[in-house]
């Protein structure tokens, strides 16, 4: 009663008082809260009557902690941001490396042409080649018949 009265008047109790009622008034089974209790009477009220310091009534640690949570919010906006993108950019690598796949199987079949063609042209140039020597031949021949033939022509008209 003496030290309610006593906080009742503003004055400030001593380390004794605060042990005394730490004791006898909470008990053990609230001393969580009395800690917590504790913690705020300190914040809230000086430790000895000279001193100069007001009651900052956590006014400004409130607005502190507001801030925070405010930067909290954009920081996790920002990771999920960040997340999005990755992920958009994991899909944009994905269908990249699948056009680069396609890409490749098509310069693979693009190449096997090549080379049939290549193929191709060389059978086709080597009947060609074939070609021009059979009638080269076949013109030799025709040649040879030829003056053959004329040569007899005019052995028979020699004779004639």
Known sequence: MLLATKDEAGVHLDEEENDFMLDNVYGNNMLEELYAAVIMMARIQPTDEKSDIKPTYDVELLSEQALLQRELETCKELVKEFENKLE???GYKEAYEELQNEMNLEKE????EKE???EELLKTQNETLKIK???????????????KYLEDIVTLEENL
Do not use: C, G, P, V
């Not at 079949?109 to 096997?112: A, G, H, S, V, Y």
């Not at 020597?133 to 003056?147: G, I, M, P, S, V």
């Open 133 to 147: 020597r059979e009638t080269d031949l076949y013109k030799k021949a025709f040649k040879e018949r030829e003056n």
């Open 116 to 118: 049939e063609i290549r």
């Open 88 to 90: 958009q950019d994991l």
């Open 109 to 112: 079949q693009l190449l096997n």
